[in-house]
T-cell receptor, first 112, second 114 residues
Framework: KAGVTQTPRYLIKTRGQQVTLSCSPI?????VSWYQQTPGQGLQFLFE???????NKGNFPGRFSGRQFSNSRSEMNVSTLELGDSALYLC???????????FGSGTRLTVV | GNSVTQMEGPVTLSEEAFLTINCTYT??????LFWYVQYPGEGLQLLLK?????DKGSNKGFEATYRKETTSFHLEKGSVQVSDSAVYFC?????????????FGEGTQLTVNP
């Protein structure tokens, strides 16, 4: 079956712009989480959604937001981009609590 | 808060050598523990997991045992291959009833030479 699909794979934006990243979870998975990966900070949790509700949020500024649709697809948005937002953004889905997460290949965002 | 500490890398081994990557954790409750692997240009792949004390996770020749008394989850493999070259992340997850998150270690770069 298809894995977690993230689009686009690569993105280049200018400081001050906003960006929207998309994630399609594995069919049947209702929980979607987002992570930011940078060389300096490593992997950091952004937020988790389940059945269109945000269940958990990491320690990121309000410029980072997300949502989940009724078909479990999720988007995350970053407004007023800063150079430090350059990172690999990973989406992960899982069937339910107690199961491991399956990650997508990520979206590589570069802010110039 | 929760935290995960991995042994400092990078680690370089010859093919067929024995691998150990140390991982210790700090958690307030009873976390589930995971090892993920990341190949160049890709996302994370779940390698193995353990959900309670003394559980042993295993996959593709890799093993790790959940040691509550030492708060550790060390990754081992008896004979590594060149194809095992990747970055390995130890992680924990807690708080399933109110939403959960993975807390990751820093990652350990493994290079296996032929």
């Amino acid at each position: 079956k298809a894995g977690v699909t993230q689009t686009p794979r690569y993105l280049i934006k200018t400081r001050g712009q906003q960006v929207t990243l998309s994630c399609s979870p594995i069919s049947g998975h209702r929980s979607v989480s987002w992570y930011q990966q940078t060389p300096g900070q490593g992997l950091q949790f952004l937020f988790e959604y389940f059945s269109e509700t945000q269940r958990n949020k990491g320690n990121f500024p309000g410029r980072f937001s997300g949502r989940q649709f009724s078909n479990s697809r999720s988007e995350m948005n970053v407004s007023t981009l800063e150079l430090g937002d350059s990172a690999l953004y990973l989406c992960a889905s899982r069937l339910k609590a107690g199961y491991g997460y399956t990650f997508g290949s990520g979206t590589r965002l570069t802010v110039v | 808060g929760n935290s995960v500490t991995q042994m400092e890398g990078p680690v370089t081994l010859s093919e067929e050598a024995f691998l150990t990557i140390n991982c210790t954790y700090t958690a307030t409750g009873y976390p589930s523990l995971f090892w993920y692997v990341q190949y160049p240009g890709e996302g994370l792949q779940l390698l193995l997991k353990a959900t309670k004390a003394d559980d042993k996770g295993s996959n593709k020749g890799f093993e790790a045992t959940y040691r509550k008394e030492t708060t550790s989850f060390h990754l081992e493999k008896g004979s590594v291959q060149v194809s095992d070259s990747a970055v390995y992340f130890c992680a924990l997850s807690e708080g399933e009833t109110s939403g959960s998150r993975l807390t990751f270690g820093e990652g350990t770069q493994l290079t296996v030479n032929p």
